[in-house]
């Protein structure tokens, strides 16, 4: 199964900005991988964590929409809240 996510590129960068785009109910994520520039990003929170539900969400190639272009991806990494269901923040790499 294949997983489209839509997301925005983040223009702030840092702790403060982070903690104010989860208030917002947004998870701030990266992208990277070699050769390549890492790229900033943020989607809505309801997005991520019905899908991140599958098994096959980590094992397979994600397409993320990011202003228009479509970018493929794997998840690396997966920060979690301590004990509330919510997700902090997602590492990427391409595909």
Known sequence: MSYTIAAQIRTEI??????RLRHANK???VI???GKEAI???FD???????QANEDFY???LTISLDGK???VRVQDMQRHA???LIEHIDFKFA
Do not use: L, Q
Request: hydrophobic share 30%.
């Open 14 to 19: 840092g702790k403060g900005s982070s903690r």
């Open 32 to 34: 990277y991988g070699p």
């Open 70 to 72: 479509d970018v493929a």
């Open 59 to 61: 094992t397979t190639d």
């Open 83 to 85: 004990f509330k269901p």
């Open 27 to 29: 998870v701030p994520a």
């Open 40 to 42: 900033s990003i943020v």
């Open 45 to 51: 929170h309801k997005d991520i964590i019905n899908i």
